[in-house]
């Protein structure tokens, strides 16, 4: 059994479904763009939101800046996003087999994530497993939380 759970904020029952995670704690153009190309690629959308003890323990004690719930219901509010979990786990559990004992469940038919994503090898290694198939999507240039942050800071 895997030490991750994934907690329904807007549920979606259907296999086949993209499946993207990550913090999504300042939702900004960047993320709205990525989503959307995700989404436009045919299969229904379901997003994972990472808890924030996972966040707080990953980027530090000032994050995330909003609480998992909020930046779920955001996310759920985005008229192509079929479906919202938040990940709750250890933040030690991070691997692939983690992710894959945690989406097998919801049989995906794609995992997606950034160029550049540390854990690109990891998502592609947990997509075959999952029988489903890989995308990776270009980065928005110029479009992150930590650019965000970094001109609030200097402004």
């Not at 219901?73 to 691997?95: D, K, M, N, Q, S």
Request: glycine share 10%; with cysteine; net charge negative.
């Amino acid at each position: 059994m895997s030490s991750l759970e994934a907690v329904w904020v807007q549920p979606y029952e259907r296999p086949g479904a993209a499946v993207v995670t990550g913090v999504f704690d300042i939702l900004h153009v960047g993320h709205v763009r990525y989503l959307g190309e995700v989404a436009e690629r045919g299969l229904p959308l379901v997003v994972g939101v990472e808890d924030d003890p996972r966040v707080r323990a990953w980027k530090g004690p000032t994050r995330p800046f909003n609480p998992s719930a909020e930046r779920a219901e955001v996310l759920a509010a985005l008229r192509f996003v079929a479906g919202v979990f938040i990940v709750t786990g250890p933040p030690e559990a991070h691997g692939p087999e983690e992710y894959i004992d945690l989406l097998a469940p919801m049989r995906p038919g794609a995992l997606a994530h950034t160029a550049g994503d540390p854990h690109a090898g990891g998502r592609a290694a947990a997509a075959a497993i999952l029988g489903a198939e890989c995308w990776e999507l270009a980065a928005i240039p110029d479009r992150s939380t930590t650019r965000i942050v970094n001109a609030a800071g200097k402004g």
